[in-house]
């Protein structure tokens, strides 16, 4: 059964950089074809994909939040961590990480996903 | 920056059907994904590819597409199906993900 959790700060103040860590299981990160995803959803607002890792370090990220974002993993932990710099309270959400699941022709989605963490951003 | 369109809610009485439209430029060469989201939940994954449904989503989901248009169709709505539903796919250069705007469903 794969499983993710996220864990971190619930409250970052402005300016200030956020940490998240993804703890992964029933999967091994560094397997061909894996990979983990981060999305983050506002109160009240849509969800917003914000980056993945595949399992040979590739990354990918959301255009408009790419300068502030970077995503790395610790195989040996099984661990996923994003990074995003210069935090606002624009930045308030609850983030995710998801397990990428991907078919034989490379097609993939998100299944499944951690129960999410919310951060606040505020001084 | 890629964009997926979703209207902002749907209603339907219960045993009704339910659709709900995701449109964007690149639907005809990329795939669709759609998850539901209740308050306090993490997302669940209702159907990938377009129109695969994953192993303990009910018959009832069922997903369908044509040109720029991917459709959502629940079946015989039930109150428990009241939740929010994102669409997902990839820009036509398959180097980022966009979700839509999400559709609120009501059931009366």
């Known amino acids: 059964q794969i499983t993710l959790k996220e864990s971190g700060p619930t409250l970052v103040k402005p300016t200030q950089t956020l940490t998240l860590t993804c703890t992964c299981s029933?999967?091994?990160?560094?397997?061909?074809?894996?990979?983990v995803g981060w999305i983050r959803q506002p109160p009240g607002r849509a969800l917003e994909w914000l980056a993945l890792?595949?399992?040979?370090?590739?990354?990918r990220y959301s255009p408009s939040l790419r300068s502030r974002l970077a995503v790395t993993q610790d195989t040996s932990k099984n661990q996923v961590v994003l990074t995003m710099t210069n935090m606002d309270p624009v930045d308030t959400a609850t983030y995710y990480c998801?397990?990428?699941?991907?078919?034989?022709?490379?097609?993939?989605?998100?299944?499944?996903w951690g129960q999410g963490t919310l951060v606040t951003v505020s001084s | 920056s890629y964009e997926l369109t979703q209207p902002p809610s749907v209603s339907v009485s219960p045993g009704q059907t339910a659709r709900i439209t995701c449109s964007g430029d690149a639907l005809p060469n990329q795939y669709a994904y759609w998850y539901q989201v209740k308050p306090g939940q993490a997302p669940v994954l209702v159907i990938y590819k377009d129109t695969e449904r994953p192993s303990g989503i009910p018959e009832r989901f069922s997903g369908s597409s044509s040109g720029t248009t991917v459709t959502l169709t629940i079946i015989g709505v039930q109150a428990g199906d009241e939740a929010d539903y994102y669409c997902r796919s990839a820009d036509s250069s398959v180097t980022y993900d966009v979700f839509g705007g999400g559709t609120k469903l009501s059931v009366l």
């Open positions: 998801a397990h990428r699941r991907v078919d034989s022709n490379g097609y993939y989605w998100f299944d499944p």
């Open positions: 029933g999967f091994s990160l560094s397997a061909t074809g894996e990979g």
């Open positions: 890792i595949y399992w040979d370090d590739d990354t």
